[in-house]
């Protein structure tokens, strides 16, 4: 089996003996190897691949005659687990990108559109930084780019010695460094006419060629919604990134959310929590009027055993802030009150910032500190 190693899925990138497929092999006094290979379908198009490889590296062997192969598949259980496996294996040997190492990541992912995530993404950002952090944006929304215009942030993305510089706005101590497509195109309004690949290349650009500072404390992803090909490709090239989920009260949009969920767990993304937009409308008069049901947001963290970060209001100062470039959570009212404690929480307690001092200089403070204290009780 030792020699079955060597051959590689080519789909999933893992060897045939790890993800579970070479089921057994025996070898005869004539010198013909019998090799039982389960694959993850019976029609696998890569099989002749696959095929060729085991040949090529068992007729090389002294003494063998003849290999013959019989073909299985995998059980429903083993497929889950040899792509788990696989998975995995991925997560580990991911490219180099230029976010630096302190940088937490945050993507902010939706089931589906309309739930209000590139809001909630530009309040959150605009809240880190007016508590002083420097706050990286990415519209990864390739197709439906909305970031620019909620931030306020106008311009063109240059390049300086390959490398794409980020339009910077600052707000209170911190600040923001934002890239889109939307500094790219001509007119706001423009279609972006593009298909799997070139998406993915255009997220790979700004994963790997953004000139991010190296204090960057967060960066904010804005995720298309849903689980197609940007949203894998990010897991697989960002594997140390954690996943916001945004729902509304509304039980299509939550089960919709959960399948983001499984998506960011299968490829072994942490889920920080769950946001509830549009949960009430208060009324002038204070009444409150659940417009899109009750409980979808609480449902949801209940159903992925995440806790929900809160529930932000309906308030017309949300979509007039996105509308103006100034984010609701700058302002006043209950939903800017939600979004900032939003923020804080995640700061303070469900991610908080990366200290640039690692462990070993942390632990030499502490011993100098203790050395003193030893030093003052000696002279008291």
């Known amino acids: 089996m030792g020699l079955l190693r060597g051959v590689i899925d080519p789909e999933l990138g893992s060897d045939i003996v790890e993800l579970g497929m070479a089921k057994g092999a025996q070898v005869s006094d004539d010198g013909v190897v019998v090799l039982e290979i389960a694959l993850t379908t019976s029609g696998c198009p890569l099989r002749a691949q696959i095929q060729k490889d085991i040949r090529s590296r068992l007729t090389s062997l002294p003494g063998v005659t003849r290999v013959k192969i019989n073909w299985g598949e995998l059980t429903q259980d083993e497929r889950a687990e040899a792509m788990s496996k696989a998975r995995f294996n991925v997560s580990q040997d991911a490219p180099a990108t230029a976010i630096p190492p302190t940088t937490k990541v945050l993507m902010i992912a939706s089931g589906k559109g309309g739930v209000g995530k590139s809001s909630i993404t530009t309040n959150l950002a605009a809240a880190l930084a007016e508590k002083g952090y420097a706050v990286g944006v990415m519209d990864a929304d390739i197709w439906g780019f909305s970031i620019p215009r909620m931030l306020g942030v106008e311009g063109d993305l240059l390049s300086v010695e390959g490398k794409i510089q980020p339009l910077v706005r600052k707000i209170g101590e911190g600040r923001l460094e934002v890239v889109s497509m939307g500094f790219l195109v001509a007119q706001e309004d423009s279609a972006l006419m593009w298909r799997g690949l070139m998406l993915n290349r255009a997220v790979q650009h700004f994963c790997q060629d953004v000139d991010w500072s190296d204090d960057l404390d967060y960066l904010l992803i804005d995720m298309p919604p849903g689980t197609g090909d940007v949203q894998m490709g990010l897991a697989k090239m960002l594997p140390r990134a954690e996943m916001v989920i945004i729902t509304t009260p509304a039980l299509n949009a939550q089960k919709v959310a959960a399948r983001v969920a499984d998506m960011g767990r299968k490829n072994y993304l942490r889920i920080v929590g769950v946001i509830e937009n549009m949960t009430e409308f208060v009324a ?97």
């Open 284 to 380: 002038p008069d204070g009444s409150r009027h659940a417009l899109f049901g009750a409980g979808g947001g609480q449902q949801l963290a209940d159903d992925i055993g995440a806790p929900l970060l809160g529930s932000i209001p309906i308030e017309s100062i949300v979509s007039a802030g996105g509308d103006t470039g100034e984010p609701a959570s700058l302002g006043e009212g209950d939903a800017a009150d939600v979004l900032r404690a939003i923020a804080t929480a995640i700061a303070e307690e469900y991610v908080p910032p990366m200290e640039m001092a690692g462990c070993s200089a942390r632990m030499l403070d502490a011993a100098i500190a203790a050395l003193d204290q030893l030093d003052l009780d000696e002279s008291a």
